[in-house]
């Protein structure tokens, strides 16, 4: 607790509460821009905290990860465009909200959602974390590769309905994160006498690749002719009694599912989502107007999602394990600053993870505030003409990632991923496996040699370790059960 | 993608096969550049290789369980999800992936020649202009107010290092 008063002290200061404020305006000015998820907005706005002090980048990086899923649920309302898939049931019934002339009601809550959520999941965070990282100090070689293991098979499983692609896109995104110097014994792998890969091909450059690049070509290539319809909302948003008294109990609801699904090192925010959307729908009262635009299915998801979004920060911190690829990128964003999130940064730099909790306290209120009076403004955002929004992504693609190494190389990696991330879209390929598999791929990689140098090369060291081989169980059965479930329908239905 | 017809249907099957190649042909030169990694006598059990080696080994057992999968199974619809400002119905427009393509490029051979805002003024105006818009003052205006305005935020606001290239020189000209 006196941690947490102390972040506070850091998080407070103006200075602190200006980029708090500047991340939170950042976050969701990117984050409304249709196509553009909360993965891709903190990618993309990397480069505005290099110059910055890592306190204060951090807590600019809290405005700009709560902001952006602020942002995405704005866009998902009013142009049914997901910018990632745990908003797309938000698409869905949000969308239909707002095209029954009930815009303004599915804006205030999702807003009021996201902040009763995410100040409740941010709580749970503070008690939750240090719990962990005393879990986590205990865990050894073997336990970390088989947490890295059970990350992959989360990621892959959980996304889209086809396994093998999800699996596909893993490898790939491994691959690429082998190449460059070999960490442990300084070999060049993979890097075909490139003298600049030798460095390896940074996150950022394959998250921008692939979602934004990628995304660019697909989109521009299907665009749809004639101007785009933005659902108008007439009036500031807000909520009437009656929507209040719909909305409370899924926000809760939403929140007691998305922290804990979230904070596990297999969560991730879709299945949340998810499962609020089928829960509200049992629940309520009113289950004809589910699919027309209940106002139960934007509540309970919303506040899933961002309570999930706060849960996914438990492993990042206590873990150093990313489990979506916007954890990824923050991952990244620490690794820049030479911080190693994990059981040992709360107490080498408890001033910078307890200022960073604290100024998620203080993101969430900034956005209440902001959002209810502002959401009229961001709207006229979605009237951006496509072209122009799709050219300027390219022009901040290709800033971002110039700027990581001041070298037109790290360009042609950008294209040569934007191609593969057109693919990808095409194929109906998840992109977030690869960007989980870039960064994980070599942690794994590094705990699965130190493990085996410990153990003098036996490899029985990972089934003899209890927690290690629990680990290992709970992500067989992940990557088997889906399977095994759906060969007994069929063969039930067949019989 | 209409999946309706059979001629189609054929066809986007090839296509699922040729990226099933695609992550086996990739398997393959991962198993066949780690052979290339020199390890030392120190670290031959558990050296740089090892994992290199089970990466590119499960490249090509997914490539070809992707394979088999498409064989067998009914072809997914790719493009995923339609949003109001995508028609995943309408068949690929390559001439706009044409146009971006030749600005990209554009924008490779032009940023540490020209600098940073000549390079981005015209990934932007050719992007924009390859994406359909016809207003062409007004996105050349655009992208010459985005790129100065972007390039002096960034390296006069937060002092990230761009190539400035030859427009201090045009302006020290125009100047004189």
């Known amino acids: 607790m006196g941690n947490l008063v102390d972040g506070f002290g850091v998080a407070l200061t103006p200075e602190n509460l200006l980029w708090a404020l ?11 821009l249709p196509g553009i998820g909360p993965a891709l907005t903190v990618a993309l706005l990397l480069p505005v905290t290099y110059d910055l002090e890592p306190i204060s980048a951090f807590i600019m990086f809290a405005g700009i990860y709560y902001g952006a899923m602020y942002g995405g649920s704005t866009t998902s309302i009013l142009l049914n465009t997901p910018g990632e898939s745990a908003s797309i049931v938000t698409a869905i019934e949000g969308n239909m909200m707002a095209k029954r002339g009930r815009g303004a009601a599915a804006l205030a809550t999702a807003a009021i959602g996201s902040f009763v959520a995410g100040t409740l999941a941010t ?79 940074d996150v950022v450059t394959v998250a921008v690749g692939l979602f934004a690049v990628g995304e660019t070509l697909w989109v521009a290539s ?50 949340p989502t998810f499962l609020s959307y089928s829960l509200e729908k049992r629940l309520s009262k009113h289950p004809e107007e589910f699919g027309k635009g209940a106002i139960e299915g934007v ?175 709970v992500a067989l059965l992940m990557l088997v059960g889906p399977l095994v479930v759906r060969r007994m329908m069929e063969s039930r239905s067949a019989g | 993608m209409s999946t309706d017809d059979v001629p189609n249907r054929r066809r986007e099957r090839l296509y699922e096969l040729g990226v099933a190649a695609f992550v086996v042909a990739l398997g393959i030169v991962v198993v066949w550049q780690t052979r290339d990694i020199r390890v030392s006598p120190m670290n ?55 146009w971006i393509a030749a600005s990209l490029l554009a924008y490779l051979a032009l940023l540490e020649r020209t600098g940073f805002i000549v390079a981005s003024s015209v990934l932007f105006f050719v992007a924009a202009v390859g994406m359909g818009s016809r207003r062409f003052a007004r996105d050349a205006g655009v992208a010459v107010v985005l790129s100065t305005a972007v390039y002096l935020l960034f390296t006069r606001g937060l002092s990230l290092r761009l190539p400035e290239g030859i427009v201090p020189l045009i302006v020290s000209m125009a100047g004189a």
């Open chain 2, 44 to 98: 031959a059990k558990i050296g740089p290789r090892i994992i290199p080696y089970i990466v590119g080994s499960g490249l090509v057992v997914v490539g070809v369980w992707y394979a088999v999968d498409v064989w067998r199974g009914t072809p997914t619809v790719g493009g995923g999800e339609d949003a109001e400002d995508v028609d995943a119905d309408a068949s690929t427009d390559w001439w706009t992936i044409v």
């Open chain 1, 299 to 473: 509540a309970g998801p919303e506040a899933a999602n961002n309570a999930s979004a706060a849960g996914v920060l438990v492993p990042l911190l206590t873990l150093g394990l990313p489990t979506s690829a916007t954890a990824a990128i923050l991952l990244v964003a620490f690794q820049r600053y030479g911080l190693n999130p994990g059981p040992l940064l709360f107490d080498e730099d408890p001033e910078l993870v307890w200022g960073l909790i604290a100024s998620l306290y203080v993101g969430n209120v900034m956005l209440l505030i902001l959002n209810l009076p502002l959401a009229r403004v961001w709207v006229k955002l979605l009237s951006i003409p496509r072209p122009l929004l799709y050219a300027g992504i390219l022009v901040f693609a290709g800033l971002g990632t110039y700027s990581l190494n001041n070298s037109t190389v790290d360009l042609v990696v950008l294209y040569v991923l934007g191609a593969v991330g057109f693919a990808m879209r095409r194929f109906a390929i998840p992109v977030a496996p690869a960007v989980v598999g870039v960064i994980l791929g070599p942690e794994m990689e590094t705990h699965f040699r130190r493990a085996l140098q410990i153990s003098q090369g036996d490899y029985s060291t990972f089934v003899t370790r209890p927690i290690a081989v629990s680990i290992f169980a």
């Open chain 1, 123 to 201: 709580v749970a965070l503070t008690f939750v974390a240090p719990v962990m990282v005393r879990v986590a100090l205990r865990f050894g070689e073997a336990e970390y590769v088989a947490l890295i293991v059970l990350a992959f098979v989360a990621i892959t499983s959980m996304l889209g309905d086809s396994l093998v692609r999800g699996l596909a896109s893993l490898f790939v995104g491994i691959a690429i994160g082998l190449v460059g110097i070999d960490s442990m014994t300084g070999q060049s792998r993979f890097t075909f006498g490139v003298p600049q890969l030798l460095n390896g091909i």
């Open chain 1, 222 to 271: 299907h665009l749809r002719k004639g101007p785009t319809e933005v659902t108008k909302i007439d009036g500031a948003a807000w909520l009437t009694r009656e929507d209040l008294s719909r909305s409370w109990k899924p926000w809760l609801r939403g929140t007691a599912l998305g922290f804990p699904i979230g904070a596990l090192p297999a969560g991730g925010a879709e299945i």
């Open chain 1, 22 to 32: 500047v991340g939170v305006l950042l976050g969701t000015f990117v984050g409304v």
